[in-house]
């Protein structure tokens, strides 16, 4: 392999320099000429039927222009169940439901209106608990499952508010606990949160009705998935409608999917042409955008006495709240995993993904991992403390290696998980006793290893231009939520085309002219687009040598590109700058366009009954962090004291970016486990939707 | 109620005619066009809104623009010096203080507040000066390097 130049080195931000100085545009901070400002009204009852509807005081205020409700919008949407309303339909599945929305002439009158909408509800049984909501004798929450729209792969609606079952059966667990000297069965409880990305979200819509043509601007970190699924709610031509991505201030899961971007397209079907702007503020956030799955989590684990894991069964329940959303997959590929990266040979999982009363879950950083290891991780410490063993050493017994068959039924390849499970125990001195502190406080060491699969198989595509300067612009639909893509691209186009950093620039996100990109979700970007940008390059380097072998009369083959030249390989003074190529071949104005595309098309689809598959990822990821803490015996205080992580990242395109992507997350787990919480009352009302509760 | 007021924005002096109500933040943003000042919370609770009042730390979302005549604002679009990065904005360029950047802004000018008052702040003295600031993407450590890597540079000058 030749000597990389960029891809693998530290290099800086590209969007860093625009951030600091507060050029860089966000979603919400878009202004766009002769724009109207829409509100949002949410249903304040968590289950009813919605009676009537009068919007005639809203209508009338001066300076509305329009007011909308679910008959101005009889449309549905969602990824895999189409479950969701633009707008309330006939009833109300949880509070913070988009129930009606104005779009006036500013945003003091928009809300001013929206206070004048009278909606009368008749209460129906409120479920909050997604244990509970699926017993048999359960009112369903969607009384039309049966007749949604669904993807192949669903299996629900056998009980009632099952959105998703997912089944995985290896070997026979019966025989596996039978066999064991230890078994130990406990229940686990993963509570809500909310991404709280520091950028609220908001969505800005236009209907032009001279062309036919929506345009939406959003920060969405799905925008392909969003066209697709306002494409058939609406069933307009593809064509016709347009998604531009402003900056994207985090995201962390919240901002794929369709929240804002339903309420601003309804109304601008109403505003005779002018684009309006729906913004949520942080409340609002909270209540009515996306959460993490709650999750009730039964688990049940045979042992040997040497330590040896004989079985493994666990039935979890995702609290879905109101609509499905990403609900099914993060319920497939949560559960799958959630019995740990370990070699099993008896393992029983049911995952089921349960409608509630309360906001809509999604995807979140992890992906339904955090839950599943939450168990999973405590069971094998409890299992170890019982056995006298260290809980390293009962994972060292258990853990996957290189090559062994997961319980799944996949050969499992590049398992660096061993390695990091002694990196990250060996930074905080694990089996060294802590100094006591203070009398008063204790001193405690924890770890824990993961797994996570990413989304399979899916595809991104990119283009990459050289222009007659020698610059290099990237195509690609991989959105900047703050993971750092743009630059991790720009590093891969300039080592391919062998160019400076500085000469590569991304090009905006714009479905109009960007190649297709499945989703910035999953961890699959670096991997799937980064592998598509590599093709882009090397298809637009294949047309340059191709154009500089009469020039440097050398065959296409012997020449190569660094330092912005094309040269011959063997006589390097031999040279020419990109861009003269370009503008010799296609004149002054004239472009190189090369195109790539990826796709990871082994991976296969699970069985519906095993959940096997031989091969259901592109890729794992593995991973231990092992933490120390000093907790206050009379308080119960938890102080973190320090914190090791060590991940198998493969190879590191910009290890500065590797690094800062792994501390954000380490702060957010520490959130996760420690302080977080999304409080949702018996009545289905979120208590503390602000960042101070 | 329309007020006019006389203030001086990122070193210049301008006349507006405000309503009373509007907030600081609004009036920035939504009025004057200067987006750099983030919302994030809109109640004062996570520092995204931050800009320098008469030199001093304030969330804008919290300020009436009523109160203003004749004051000093400093926002995000002020911090550069002539055509040159602020230390601190180069810093947190270098150490990958910025991720997605929407708390950026507020963390600079709070980093600026604390930077004037002391060049030599303990980390200690960093975090409870940030600890306003909510930052969702960088775990806060490379902003603290940031913040100590600036107040290293401007202590040599």
């Known amino acids: ?216 601007w959003v920060a969405n970190d799905a925008p392909f998935r969003a066209l697709h699924e306002i494409t058939e709610a609406l069933n307009m031509p593809k064509e016709q409608i347009r998604f531009i991505n402003p900056l994207q201030g985090g995201g962390f899961g919240s901002k794929g999917g369709l929240k804002v971007e339903p309420i601003a397209v309804a109304l601008a079907f109403h505003t005779n042409g002018r684009p309006v702007r729906v913004k949520f503020n942080r409340e609002e956030t909270f209540i009515s955008t996306l959460t993490r799955h709650e999750a009730v989590v039964y688990c049940k684990s045979g042992v040997k006495k040497d330590g040896t894991i004989m079985a493994r069964e666990m039935t979890i329940y995702w609290g879905a709240g109101a609509y499905a959303e990403k609900s099914p997959t993060v319920c497939i590929r949560g559960s799958l995993p959630a019995p740990g990266p370990y070699r099993i040979p008896h393992v029983k999982v049911d995952g089921y993904a349960v409608y509630t009363n309360k906001p809509v879950a999604g995807s979140y950083r992890g992906y339904g991992i955090p839950q599943g290891a939450w168990a999973c991780e405590q069971q094998m410490d409890e299992l170890a403390k019982r056995l006298g063993m260290d809980p390293v050493e009962l994972r060292m017994k258990n853990i996957f290696v290189e090559g062994d068959i997961a319980y799944w039924g996949e050969r499992l390849q590049a398992v660096g998980l061993k390695e990091t499970l002694v990196k990250a125990t060996e930074a905080i001195e694990w089996g060294k006793r802590p100094d006591q502190v203070k009398p008063g406080v204790k001193i405690g060491k924890g770890f824990a290893c993961i797994q996570k699969p990413t989304r399979s198989p899916t595809t991104s595509a990119a283009g990459v231009i050289v222009n007659g300067k020698g610059d290099l612009t990237v195509l690609a639909g991989t959105v900047e939520i703050g993971q750092g893509c743009n630059t991790i691209l720009s590093q891969i186009a300039a080592e391919e085309l062998g160019v400076p950093m500085d000469k590569v620039h991304m090009h905006p996100l714009d479905t109009d002219v960007i190649p297709f990109d499945a989703s910035t979700t999953s961890s699959r970007s670096t991997y799937h687009m980064g592998n598509a940008v590599r093709r882009a390059a090397i298809h637009a380097r294949e047309q340059i040598a191709e154009a500089a072998s009469p020039m440097l009369e050398a065959k296409a083959e012997d020449l190569d590109f660094a330092d912005g030249k094309v040269f011959l390989k063997v006589q390097p003074q031999m040279a020419i700058p990109l861009g003269e190529v370009v503008r010799r071949k296609l004149g002054a104005d004239g472009m190189v366009r090369g195109d790539g595309s990826y796709t990871y098309e082994i991976a296969k689809d699970l069985d519906l009954e095993t959940g096997h598959s031989d091969h259901a990822s592109a890729f794992y990821m593995y991973a231990t962090q092992a933490a120390v803490v000093a907790v206050d015996e009379e308080s119960g205080r938890v102080r973190m004291l320090r914190m090791s992580a060590a991940h198998d990242v493969g190879k590191a395109i910009n290890p500065l970016n590797c690094v800062a992507q792994i501390e954000g997350g380490v702060a957010m787990g520490i959130g996760s486990a420690l302080h977080e919480e999304l409080v949702v009352d018996d009545a289905g009302k979120v208590r503390n939707p602000s960042f101070l509760d | 109620m329309k007020k006019k007021i006389q203030i001086t924005l990122n070193g210049k002096s301008t006349s507006l005619e405000v309503s009373t109500h509007r907030l600081l933040l609004d009036l920035l943003r939504d009025e004057i066009g200067l987006t750099g000042t983030k919302e994030g919370c809109g109640t004062g609770d996570c520092g995204a809104c931050t800009v320098l009042l008469n030199g001093k730390p304030v969330n804008s979302c919290l300020i009436l623009s009523g109160e203003l005549d004749g004051a000093d604002i400093l926002t995000i679009e002020g911090l550069k010096i002539g055509p040159e990065l602020h230390p601190i904005q180069r810093a947190f360029v270098q150490d990958g203080g910025a991720q997605c950047g929407y708390c950026t802004p507020g963390m600079l000018m709070m980093s600026k507040a604390l930077l004037d008052e002391n060049q030599n702040p303990t980390e200690e003295e960093i975090r409870f000066a940030l600890s306003g600031n909510l930052c969702r993407c960088t775990g806060y450590a490379k902003i603290i390097q940031a913040v100590q890597e600036a107040a290293a540079i401007l202590r040599t000058r």
């Open chain 1, 1 to 216: 392999m030749a000597q990389l130049k960029v891809v693998g080195e530290p290099v800086t931000r590209v969007d860093a320099v625009e951030k600091v100085t507060g050029q860089a545009v966000y979603g919400y901070d878009l202004v766009l000429p002769n724009m109207l400002y829409g509100k949002t009204l949410f249903s304040p009852k968590a289950h009813a039927k919605i009676k009537k509807i009068n919007t005639d005081k809203a209508k009338h205020y001066p300076g509305v222009v329009a007011v909308v409700t679910g008959e101005d919008a009889p449309w549905t949407h969602g990824e895999t169940i189409k479950d969701k309303p633009f707008l309330a339909q006939g009833k109300v599945r949880y509070i913070g439901e988009p129930v009606a929305a104005v779009a006036a002439e500013d945003e003091d009158i928009a809300q001013a209106a929206v206070g004048l909408i009278e909606v009368e509800y008749e209460d129906l049984p409120v479920y909050t608990d997604p244990e509970e909501a699926c017993k048999p004798a359960c009112m369903p929450i969607h009384e039309d499952f049966d007749r949604y729209r669904k993807a192949d792969f669903i299996v629900g609606g056998h009980l009632p508010n099952v959105a998703e079952h997912f089944k995985l059966r290896t070997g026979d667990v019966a025989v596996g606990f039978k066999e064991s000297d230890l078994v130990l069965e406990e229940r686990y409880f993963v509570p809500i949160i909310q991404h709280s990305a520091m950028e609220p979200h908001s969505a800005h819509a236009q209907f032009d009705q001279q062309s036919g043509r929506l345009t939406i």
